[in-house]
């Protein structure tokens, strides 16, 4: 053991280290580097997970582990090899392949930590929150905040399979959450193209006058892929006739946004949607905060910190904080994000360090 | 003249009162009766203006009067008769109809003043907004917040009317309105269905990444028909199906908002769209502040205050503050209405009484 | 009567204009440069007037008016003299010369206006707001929000005179004002330095558990001229030191605030405190907005426009919209002022310019 | 191993369990227990530290380790005994004792977490923020915002300790922080008794015209004991004349604010001051988040769960996330406190609940 400043230990100083020890105390000096970095020093590393594994293994949980009360649930986290051990995909996010067979039903329940589900691929699933059925559909992202009532049942034969994103690791480490069971089944088990909520709320900057309380998080629990779709191409072409419209050349995105407020969809949880043209390479970028992504369609790479990984459709990766991540497209390349900057933002943590742009 | 106690005048006392006026001076006690009434006492009163008149008298004026640089636009305001040479409908609101002959052109200007401009029949109409062409069709809301260049140009051999709204009365009374001229015609000349505001901004729900920053106005240039129709007719099918999506039964209603804070379209002027089936009677409602309502489609009554008018569609009429309105339907009807609710809000002096609620 | 083109008028023409004023229209081509001028053109005019002659008259009211219940109040306004007739001092500020005779009561109500008091000299009256009784003293500023009961007794046997900020204007020609009479006497005669408004709020940076919610107006009754005159204070010492403290060299200021918001005090009226060195000049400043100054202490000149007028403690000047203003310091220079600022910044209106900084 | 429901393994399940592990999965059912619990189950424990130790180990650590740069600083951290080996007194809140020699310096630096200095005993030290000195005395709360460069410097030959407390546990677990090394002495070694922050901002009510800007924290570096304690005398005097100020019977409290916006002084912790008459017994309340108390000044009880503790000046205690607490008086009893509720606020994860209440 080593003072501050470098010498050797004394009876004296060993006594004294025994009984910072023995009275629940530790010295910031002999910590400092690890505690107070010269910039983030995340635990979690860059992790690519196959969607093809990953579905393999969540249909074989289907075939083995019936869904019911108690588990809740048939998800599998995503555990960043960084953070074993914890079923975190980040320090703050979870993510995972959540597998529902023919005809089976998630029980409600509802909780603290806020949650969505994005689709890669299949349809056929209702998740039903606070009692109104919402269809899944590949390419949809659906919400299901803090505290909602919220189960998923499968009105077809055939398996879906999805991803959930939810605020776990943050709500477990910083001991905010509230767990409370619902209906063994889903309250509603009609299946609507459309769901109440976007019949109120999914009309472009209209607002109902029954609405017009601010809401935490937002009242539009599905966001459509052919609006997502949309959104993206007019960008580009709005590019091609020589407007601003894209975040920089080939690159456009959005972010799904809470229609009360125009900020984002949850108080944690960050939701965008990226697309590049063939050919594209996004500059490096530095952010605080982590964030998950998962590949909808198209090819192409990424490279985080030093590694540059091939992608395919379905594909997750993860981007711990301050990690430089890139993305490069081969073909017209479709990504959805996920990430914390709500929370880096709302408490002034948010930081943004782009190399090429110095 | 009288003391505050309503004894005789004395010599000393009408010297008195010389002096206030030789010194630029007021006193209060004679004055506080008209300055601070009991309850709001508009000079503004509820007045209807039928739309066969307003244009056919426009109609004349496109034959007679050329529109063009300093006159700038061939609109004739609603000239509320409680506030004769004024030229405003309200204290706050300016409400015009304005008509611009086949092929005419209104040339490009700025100002401070908020407006925008409703349709309430007809089509071929762009008004370009900072070089962005906007198509004007039935039922469309178009904005042109302050310090927006805009003109307008027929793209089509037809006259086309339709209303203005701007927040002139305000401006005018608080000093606050700055004007400058731009180009003679349109800077886009071209007649795109679909602006590029709605390209970037009209998808529900989404937000370019290229457009992060909260903006003051609306964004969102055009709020098309389709979506307001939509809304609505969701509304009221929530409502037959039992959930709560109406203000009231039997009346649904939208607010335009801007997509980047949920708020108002502009920092001045309240945009709304209203739906009774047919047979509904809202209640009298008193509100602080100004509005002036169009029909859309449709047919029924107003009772302004005592008075009960019967309208059709077009018939424009103004609520002047505190004064009770209420609507009644004998068919479905709909209605198009814009108010100075921002500012009553923004500077806390809103308030709303509903007699039958109390 | 002209055409939009400047055309000779025809038998037509002449009929549309009596059909425009026949049926409650007004052409925008006739009044658009009235209405929309390049930059804001008030009617209110800058103007200076002098304590001693306010003071003299206010006197004689209060030898010839009773003060009581109807009148309510011995305040006599300043009126612009280019908005005769209103008793108005800009379009939406309202600036009197309150005078208490000794033991006289002035009776409680309240109203949806916003009310301050400022002492520019005296002592001996309370204003008693919500029954919390605030001493008057000389560099109080002291508040009466909208909707908040009160009533001023003298506790002495001397006559008190002192100003009264109100935002009558605007809330008069906005339609916004309610009015309620209260007590005819004060509802507590207590006389204590300090009232309990204060001794909840008057601590820096510290904000009762027992008061966490915002408050539209400020909690804080009264802003003592100890606090005033001393931030000013070390802001010259700061800047002798060598530190940016100051608004501008020899030029201190502070802005008094809401402490539950850091905002302004009210919703419509901003109240500020500015301290010049001998010898200093500020550049001339356009504002969108009207304000109205009081000298304090000190002797120097403004200049309105391109007028230049000396000033002594008490005098009030008024500055229009847009108008240029600078002060110019013979001795340490103190001025109080108050603006529609909150207005104009809320609204979005608010625009500065000052030509020597371009 | 079990399934969802309890059943026993298979060779299949087995399997299926090894292959999670080994591509990085972990199923959710195995785990919802521990990371969706159905209330907070914090692993930090309630815990009280004695005074007297700690300033006896932290002056043992002033005579045997040399303060200075790597180390940065003598603090010595209160370790939760619930989450041996972090040094973190709660999931997000780190609280040291800092000991400073007669006449020794702490180096400058700067980082992203947020730090205060809060004083229990002594004076003499001067802590040095962007280079304003700030004299540290008795009772005083001292601000350090992310990113502010400070050092410490003694100006006396006599020691000093105090408490330090950050937000270190949020931003390691979050990856956050970034740290930067700045001057090895103080940049000013003068020590005035007032800072350059309190002499502009330390007016209550009144804003530097020079600091119109709000800032997202407090610039105000020092909340003397003076002002906290005449609040919350104030606050138990209003309370004896009858009038509400407290928090509760007997019970004063103020909350540390950011006069440029009314919150808290810091983006992810709040500091509270709070007072109880002899006698007094709080009702026990759950909150959402953990906080930290130190006695300032008295003699009485914490609850902590079913656990009391009798507590003397300096004594600190931490209180886990939904642990219920409640303070027991004998004399009048001085604490200050410091909590992460301001994470839990804007990330709307904040709940109470004070069982005596429902």
Redesign the interface.
Known sequence: MQ????TAD?P??EQ?YR??AA??????????D?????????Q?IP?V?RWK??YD?AQ??GD?????R????????????GLPG??YAT??L?C?IQYLGGHETAPEHR???NAFRFVVEGEGVWTVVNGDPVAMRRGDLLLTP?WNFHGHHNDTANPMAWIDGLD?P???????????FGSERVTDEASPAVS?AE????????????G?E?K???P?SA?RWE??D??LR??L??EDEG?????EQGHA??????????GD?M??IRC?FHRLRAGVSTPARHE???SVWQVFEGEGTVVLGDVETRLETGDLFVV???VPWSLHSDTQFDLFRFS?A???E????A?TFVPSAN
């Open positions: 003072q501050m400043d470098g004394t004296e100083l004294l009984d910072f009275n629940d105390m530790a010295p910031l000096w002999t910590q400092r690890d505690l107070m970095p010269m910039t983030p020093s995340p979690a992790h997970w594994t990953l293994i074989r949980s083995l582990v019936p869904v019911g108690g588990g809740e649930r048939r998800a599998v986290g995503l555990t960043n090899p914890t079923g320090p703050t979870w995972a909780h603290s930590q803090g776990i943050f709500s477990s480490q910083m001991d905010v959450g509230f767990f409370e109440r019949r109120l709320w999914a009309h472009p900057g209209l607002r109902p006058l029954s017009l601010d935490v998080s937002s539009l966001y609006y997502t949309a959104a007019e960008q072409a709005l407007f601003p419209a894209t975040v995105a959005i972010r799904y946004s809470n229609p009360t407020t125009g969809v108080s944690t965008e605080v905060g982590s711990p904080s301050w914390d709500p929370i880096m709302r408490l002034n943590f930081r």
